[in-house]
C-alpha cells in the first residue's frame, strides 16, 4: 500500500479551501436572482467573493471546517485499519496547516484534542469495491447545518403526514422551515426515506456527494426532488435567512428498505459551504476531482 | 453602508434600523458557547466560585466590553506554537446557542453590538431595547473575507476553552454586517420566521 498521508492532506486542503464548480455556478445562478441592493443579494456577493479569495489564499472558505467526514471505497486486500491511520494523520498534519480548525471536543472533560483527532472523529466508512482504484470522497460538514439536520417518523398528525411521498414532501419542507437561516441558507437537502435511525442519517449525507445537476434515476424521485427545491424556495427564507428568493439550492434522496412498523425521513441539511471533494488512486497516480 | 466605531455611543445605535449594512471598525472581541456559560455561572448567576485566572480576564474584559462587541465566532488561527496569532478564517458562528445567557450577559457588560449568524430570540431583543444594543448579522461561511478585516489580534483569554472557544481580542477595520435586530424591537427574524411560516402553511394543506 502507498504512502497516502501527503495526497490526503492535499485532499483536505481543496475541500476546505475550495467549492465544487456546480455548487459555485448554483451561487452564482441565485445571486443573479435576488433583487439588487436587497440584503439577500449583498449576502450572495459576500459569499462568491470570499469563495474567491479562498480559492486564491488557500484559505478555509469556512472558519467551521466542521466534521471530516470520509467514504472510502477500496478494492478487495486493502488494510482498512493502515487506511484509517493514514487519514487520522493526514487530518492532523492538515490542522497543523491550518486547513482545518481543531474541531474535536471530548464531550465528557470538554477539552478539544487540538487535532482533530478523538474518539470516533473523524468519521470514516469504507466499502470494499470490485477493481483496482481506491477512491475517498470527504465532506466537511459544519455545526450549524448538521445542528439543523431533522428526522420525522411518519405518521406525523402535526403537519399532516402519511406514509407516503406525500408525507415526505410535508415534513421535509418543515425542515427548511424550522431550519430558517440558521443552517447557513442557501442549503442542499439530502432525504433518506427509510431505514433505521442510524442507517438513514448516513445515506442522508451520502447523498449530497451527487451533482447538483444530476437527476435521481427513479421517476418518482427526481419529480420530488424538482418540486422540494421549488416549495422549499417558495418560503421566501433566502440566503443567510434574509429573506429572498433562493432557500435551498437543491434536494437529493436515497430510498432504503425499512421495518413495516418505522417509516422515517430523515434530512441532514447542508450549508452553502457545501465542501466535497474525491480523489482517485489509480496504480501510482492520485487524480483529483 | 453605515460606519460604527467601537466602543458605540447609545445614540449611534438608536440611529441603527433592521436591514442597515454596517462597517464596523475598532477592538471587539469573540465568544460563543464555553464563554457565554463562564459569564453567567462566575459572575451574574455566580453559582460556581472563581477560580484560577477568572477574576484577571474579567477585569481585562470588562472595559473592552462596555459599550462594545460580542461576535459569536469560532476562527481558525495561524501561528499558535509561537504566539504570532494570525486570523486566518472567522466567519460567524449560530448565535441561536446563546439566546438563555446573551440578554444578562449584554446588560451585565453594557455590550451593545451581538455580532453573529441565523438571529437570536426574544430574551435577546428585550436587551437590545433596553441596554440599548443591536444585532449585527455577519454573513455565515465568509470566513476568508471577514479574516482580511481582522487587522490584528491583539491578545487572547481563556484559550483552555480551545481555539475556536476562546475569546479572541481583535482590532478590526471595516467589519461587514447587517442589522437584524435593532433597540426599537424590530428583528427581520421575527418577519421572515412569520412570512415563512404563512407559506408552509399553504403548501401543508396541498
Not at chain 1, 46 to 55: C, D, G, T, W
Not at chain 1, 257 to 263: C, K
Request: hydrophobic share 40%; proline share 5%; aromatic share 6%.
Amino acid at each position: 500500500m502507498p504512502d497516502l498521508i501527503e495526497p490526503l492532506v492535499e485532499l483536505i486542503r481543496r475541500t476546505s479551501t475550495d467549492l465544487p464548480p456546480d455548487v459555485e455556478q448554483a451561487l452564482t445562478a441565485a445571486c443573479e436572482r435576488e433583487a439588487a441592493g436587497s440584503a439577500a443579494r449583498g449576502a450572495l456577493e459576500a459569499i462568491l467573493q470570499n469563495v474567491e479569495l479562498s480559492r486564491r489564499n488557500s484559505t478555509p472558505i469556512c472558519q467551521d471546517t466542521g466534521t471530516p467526514i470520509f467514504y472510502v471505497r477500496h478494492p478487495a486486500g486493502w488494510s482498512t485499519r493502515r487506511l484509517r491511520e493514514q487519514i487520522r494523520a493526514a487530518v492532523a498534519e492538515a490542522t497543523q496547516r491550518s486547513y482545518l480548525r481543531p474541531n474535536a471536543v471530548d464531550a465528557l472533560t470538554e477539552k478539544n484534542s487540538g487535532n482533530n483527532l478523538g474518539e470516533a472523529f473523524p468519521t470514516i466508512h469504507f466499502e470494499e469495491i470490485e477493481g483496482d482504484e481506491l477512491i475517498v470522497d470527504l465532506m466537511l460538514k459544519g455545526g450549524g447545518c448538521e445542528n439543523v439536520g431533522a428526522q420525522y417518523a411518519l405518521p406525523n398528525s402535526t403537519l399532516g403526514a402519511g406514509r407516503d411521498l406525500g408525507g415526505v414532501r410535508k415534513v421535509a419542507l418543515d425542515a427548511v422551515h424550522k431550519a430558517q437561516g440558521q443552517g447557513c441558507a442557501p442549503g442542499i437537502l439530502g432525504v433518506a426515506i427509510g431505514g433505521d435511525r442510524g442507517a438513514a442519517y448516513y445515506a442522508s449525507k451520502e447523498t449530497l456527494f451527487r451533482k447538483l445537476e444530476d437527476t435521481h434515476p427513479d421517476p418518482q424521485l427526481a419529480a420530488l426532488e424538482t418540486r422540494l427545491t421549488e416549495e422549499a424556495n417558495q418560503l421566501g427564507i433566502g440566503p443567510m435567512g434574509f429573506g429572498g428568493q433562493t432557500t435551498v439550492l437543491g434536494v437529493k434522496m436515497a430510498s432504503m428498505h425499512r421495518l413495516p412498523a418505522s417509516f422515517f425521513v430523515t434530512v441532514s441539511y447542508m450549508c452553502w459551504a457545501h465542501r466535497r471533494r474525491r480523489m482517485v488512486v489509480r496504480d501510482d497516480a492520485v487524480i483529483y476531482d | 453602508m453605515r460606519n460604527l466605531s467601537l466602543p458605540l455611543s447609545d445614540e449611534a445605535i438608536r440611529e441603527l434600523q433592521v436591514g442597515d449594512p454596517v462597517a464596523l471598525s475598532g477592538v471587539m472581541v469573540t465568544g460563543r458557547d464555553a464563554v457565554h456559560k463562564w459569564m453567567v455561572e462566575t459572575f451574574i448567576k455566580k453559582t460556581r466560585p472563581p477560580q484560577g485566572d477568572d477574576l484577571a480576564v474579567y477585569e481585562a474584559i470588562k472595559p473592552l466590553l462596555a459599550g462594545g462587541a460580542i461576535y459569536h465566532c469560532g476562527p481558525v488561527v495561524a501561528g499558535l506554537d509561537a504566539k504570532q496569532y494570525r486570523f486566518v478564517a472567522a466567519g460567524p458562528t449560530t448565535s441561536s446557542r446563546e439566546e438563555p445567557y446573551q440578554g444578562d450577559v449584554m446588560r451585565h457588560f453594557t455590550i451593545k453590538a451581538v455580532i453573529g449568524k441565523g438571529g437570536m430570540g426574544p430574551k435577546t431583543l428585550a436587551a437590545c431595547q433596553t441596554v440599548p444594543g443591536a444585532y449585527l448579522h455577519a454573513i455565515g461561511g465568509a470566513a476568508s473575507l471577514i479574516a482580511r478585516t481582522v487587522e490584528k489580534v491583539l491578545g487572547v483569554h481563556k484559550l483552555g476553552f480551545g481555539v475556536p472557544e476562546a475569546m479572541w481580542v481583535i482590532e478590526v477595520r471595516n467589519f461587514p454586517a447587517v442589522v437584524t435586530m435593532d433597540a426599537h424591537g424590530h428583528s427581520l427574524h421575527v418577519e421572515v420566521e412569520t412570512h415563512s411560516k404563512a407559506e408552509l402553511d399553504r403548501l401543508l394543506i396541498v
